[in-house]
Structures are given as C-alpha cells and as structure tokens.
C-alpha cells in the first residue's frame, strides 16, 4: 500500500511558508500588532493540523510495514519509539513534546501558551519535512 502524502506535503509546505513570513522582521515590522498577532495564531493553528497530520501517516506507515497488532491501541509514545526505530523520526522526546505542545493549542488564549505553542512550531518544522522525506523515501 502506497501512502497518499499530498496532505502532509501541503500542510508541511502552508505552514513552512508561514513561518518563513514570521520570521522576515522587515514583513513583521510593516503590520500592526493585530495583523503580527493573527500571523503568529496561523503559525500556531498551521502547526495543529500539520502535527496531526504527521503523527497520523506515522501510524498507517508502521500499521502498513510492522502490521496492525504492533501498533492498534499504543500510547504516543510508543508509537514515536517505533517510529524512531524504524528510522523516520529522530527524536522521540522532541516528538513528544510537539505532543504536549498540540495538547495546550486549545489554551492559546493564554500570551505564555501561545508562545510556547508558537516556538514549538517554529522547531517543529525542520522535523515535520524530514518525517516527509522519510516517508517519501520509503512509501512502498
């Protein structure tokens, strides 16, 4: 079975080009606190969906390449361990804790949250496309 990937390539790329526009202080200093700030919760709701998205084509490539009794009814953590050990993710902490991060993304209306949140998206990103070079490079 052959992983559709086209939604996590959009959604890696949509929240890619995002925070490249977040990131040009230059772009950010020309618009209004409102506008930097309804940037900032894009980054952050890009992130949400690009997370799931994520940790949801981790799962079907393992239920895929290890079979379904592996990975039916595992915690998140295990699932980013298997993950890790088949060579699609490097680091299951950092996993785990864009995990935390997506979990807080319903308490954003908290300044330090949404903070935490955004910075967990900023690094994120690097991870998101190598999850998807990896998946690219193995979709068999």
Not at 57 to 65: Q, S, T
Request: with cysteine; glycine share 2%.
């Amino acid at each position: 079975m052959i992983l559709e990937l086209d939604s996590l390539k959009k959604a890696t790329a949509s929240l890619s080009d995002i925070i490249t526009r977040v990131n040009d202080p230059v772009l950010m200093a020309s618009f209004d606190e409102v506008l930097r700030n309804g940037l900032r919760a894009g980054v952050i709701q890009n992130f949400e969906f690009t997370y799931e998205l994520c940790w949801k084509f981790i799962k079907r490539w393992l239920e895929h390449n290890l079979g379904s009794t592996y990975v039916d009814g595992v915690t998140r953590h295990e699932l980013f361990r298997y993950a890790a050990e088949h060579k699609l993710i490097t680091d299951v902490q950092r996993w785990m804790d864009y995990h935390r991060a997506r979990n807080m993304t319903s308490h954003t209306y908290n300044a330090d949250t949404a903070d935490e949140v955004f910075n967990a998206a900023l690094a994120f990103i690097a991870d998101a496309k190598t999850l998807l070079q990896q998946l690219e490079a193995r979709n068999d």
